[in-house]
């Protein structure tokens, strides 16, 4: 990768860190989310992505909604798949 690139994400990843923006723009959602700019893109041009064009061209992220996106179908860990199996076992036999 050329200097210059690095030098330029590194920059983003920067302000993303220190700063408190909410919307951000593809290259800074491509930085955060780890996702590529090849795959980011087919995610927004699919509507699989929630996303904006306020002017038609220029792509922009709400970074909560980014979030809440990555998070979608989470999987509960072992345990809380035991947990939640014992504690319905002790609903039932009360029953």
């Known amino acids: 990768m050329d200097t210059i690139l690095i030098l330029e994400r590194l920059d983003r ?5 220190v700063g ?3 919307v951000l723009t ?17 995610l ?6 929630p996303h904006s064009k306020p002017n038609g061209k220029m792509v922009f992220f709400e970074k909560k909604k980014l979030v809440e996106w990555l998070l979608q ?3 509960k860990s072992k345990n809380e798949v035991e ?6 076992s002790f609903r039932n036999k009360r029953r």
């Open 13 to 17: 990843l920067e302000k993303l860190l």
């Open 20 to 22: 408190s923006k909410e």
């Open 26 to 42: 593809f290259d800074e959602a491509s930085d955060y989310t780890g996702i590529s700019r090849s795959y980011l893109y087919k």
């Open 44 to 49: 927004t041009a699919s509507g699989k992505i």
């Open 73 to 75: 179908n989470s999987r």
């Open 83 to 88: 947990t939640h199996a014992i504690t319905n």
